[in-house]
């Protein structure tokens, strides 16, 4: 840095989800995705930004699976060769936003301490209403429920103000985790494929859960959206506040509206 300070570090959150430290990253006319929060809980989720790249990249599972068609840098270990295709794949998912095809990336955080991501995705989605999950939990916050959590948040944030009629979500045969996360979640079978694998092949699941399934779902954990309005342009919605479901409604909404590990 300029004047020989010291890199700024990322941004944590208290249980009350108040953010601390000194650094945060503002969202402006420009690019307002940056103030987009959902609370669930003890949960936080929010725009991952570059400062939290570092322990991201630090946390990330040997299992969870990158970009294999990512360039291969020569001299580095695989920790760092995972950790260069994660930085760069936030740095395409931003200089790359299009209507036509977008990824919402979000630092999970359980208190004060940054555990995992969970993605949106839309592809055509101004026309086609339908958006696509991916996420990871650092390996100690597994087994809690916190996958499931965090899916339901951002299912709140797609069936609820951005008005998608359809989710869907894919994973091999074997991720136990995912898969499971999804069927608690009401989604159905949407299907298999065969991928490469490695140096084989292998089967993937895809599964599909509906608008009206969700709206239909037992209510859950209360989930709060704040920030979104100002957002509605980046997802070709700004006619359509109308159609969509007001923010911080829903069925994992409910009990707050009224009174609803990995994928």
Not at 17 to 42: I, K
Not at 102 to 125: P, S
Not at 155 to 181: C, M
Not at 224 to 247: H, K, N, S, V
Request: proline fraction near 6%; glycine fraction near 12%; charged fraction near 20%.
């Amino acid at each position: 840095m300029v004047g020989g300070g010291s890199a700024p570090g990322p941004v944590y959150f208290d249980a009350a989800g108040a953010e601390v430290g000194s650094v945060r990253e503002v969202g402006t006319p420009y690019w307002p995705l940056a103030d987009l929060r959902l609370r669930t809980g003890d949960l936080l989720l929010r725009p991952i930004t570059e400062a939290d790249l570092a322990t991201i990249a630090d946390l990330l599972p040997d299992d969870v699976e990158l970009d294999p068609a990512a360039p291969i840098l020569a001299g580095l270990d695989r920790r760092l060769q995972r950790g260069v295709v994660l930085h760069q794949a936030y740095w395409n998912a931003r200089g790359t936003w299009r209507l036509e095809h977008w990824r919402l990336n979000f630092a999970v955080f359980a208190g004060a301490e940054l555990i995992g991501t969970q993605e949106l995705e839309g592809e055509d989605f101004a026309v086609l209403r339908t958006v696509d999950t991916s996420s990871f939990l650092a390996v100690a916050a597994r087994g809690h429920g916190i996958g499931k959590r965090m899916r339901r948040a951002v299912l709140a944030l797609a069936f609820g103000p951005l008005g998608a009629q359809v989710a869907v979500t894919s994973a091999w045969h074997d991720n136990s985790a995912s898969l499971g996360v999804s069927r608690a979640l009401g989604y159905q079978p949407n299907g298999r494929s065969w991928h490469r694998r490695g140096t084989g092949v292998d089967e993937f699941t895809h599964l599909r859960l509906t608008r009206d399934r969700w709206l239909s779902a037992p209510t859950g954990p209360a989930t709060t959206i704040t920030g979104f309005e100002p957002c509605r342009p980046w997802f070709a919605l700004a006619g359509d506040a109308a159609q969509a479901t007001p923010e911080g409604t829903g069925p994992s909404q409910r009990s707050a509206s009224a009174s609803p590990d990995s994928g």
